[in-house]
């Protein structure tokens, strides 16, 4: 559960980057030091609609299948037992990107059943928007992250040159 934690917090931290880099391109379109992301915003293809997209597909992934509260974990490993594992990412490129679902089935479970169980929540999810709770919850894992970020100096440090690699100020 830790390294799933730490997997689906990493992920949600991506989205923040995507934002940082797209306001640092903003402020500064003569810095080179990203020559594809400037590209892509000079021609359109990249927009701060497209990476909170992005975002919100980070978030899905986390609403999916981040704890044993999750949509997928609470149906597929708690309740129906058909499954050992559950997890989903968001992998945003440039111009494109995939979204990850890993389901690691229990011994002799029909794959086709896993696929439909899977495709069924992520079709309640689509027809009803998240909860509430289920925000909150995503929220606070990502606070969480960024709060035991800081606990140790490395952290405070990465956290420091990161400010001051995008701001010019730490």
Known sequence: PAFIGFIASWLLHIGGVFIDNYQLLTRHPGNREHPELIAAIEKGTLSLAVLRAAIVFCFLAAILT???????????????????????????????????????????????????????????????????????RVKSSIETGVVSGLETVLGKAEQLNHYLYYTGDP
């Open 66 to 136: 981040d704890g044993k509260n999750s949509r997928l974990y609470k149906r597929m490993v708690y309740t129906e037992q058909v499954a050992q594992d559950v997890g989903a990412f968001n992998d945003s490129q440039l111009l494109s990107g995939d979204f990850y679902l890993r389901i690691t089935g229990k011994e002799k479970i029909d794959l086709s059943r896993l696929q439909r169980e899977a495709l069924e929540e992520i079709a309640k999810l689509a027809s009803a928007p998240p909860t509430d709770e289920e925000l909150q």
